[in-house]
């Protein structure tokens, strides 16, 4: 199995940016898929997640208004669409998949997930 992010970059305060995760070696349209991400000196922290049949989304409250999380199973992908972006959303973003059947809301927790990507980084300048 294998989860490739990308899409990372430097972008100003305000701007846009998608992050796209490319997932290969599994059945894509039987997983949950999520996006935490990691800022220097901190833990890693959940940001969204889609359940595998598309209908249940999850946001962190500082994100919710701004980001929203999509999934396209005929690519095997998964995306993280983030608008408005602010100085405090800098960190290397990493998708995970689930595999295992879990409740919903333990999408939000990186014991949730059974496969991780190696992260892209965001950086916006204020």
């Known amino acids: 199995v294998q989860l490739q992010a990308s899409g990372g970059g430097l972008v100003q305060a305000g701007d846009s940016l998608r992050v796209s995760c490319e997932a290969s070696?599994?059945?894509?349209?039987?997983?949950?898929m999520g996006w935490f991400r990691r800022t220097q000196g901190k833990e890693r922290e959940f940001v969204a997640a889609?359940?595998?049949?598309?209908?249940?989304?999850l946001y962190t409250d500082s994100v919710k208004t701004r980001f929203t999380i999509a999934r396209d199973n005929a690519k095997n992908m998964a995306y993280l669409q983030m608008n408005k972006l602010k100085p405090e959303d800098t960190a290397v973003y990493y998708c995970a998949a689930n595999q295992r059947s879990i409740r919903d809301e333990e999408l939000e927790f990186e014991e949730g997930y059974d496969y991780w990507g190696r992260g892209t980084l965001v950086t916006v300048s204020s």
């Open positions: 889609v359940d595998w049949t598309g209908s249940v989304m």
């Open positions: 070696g599994l059945s894509f349209r039987n997983v949950g």
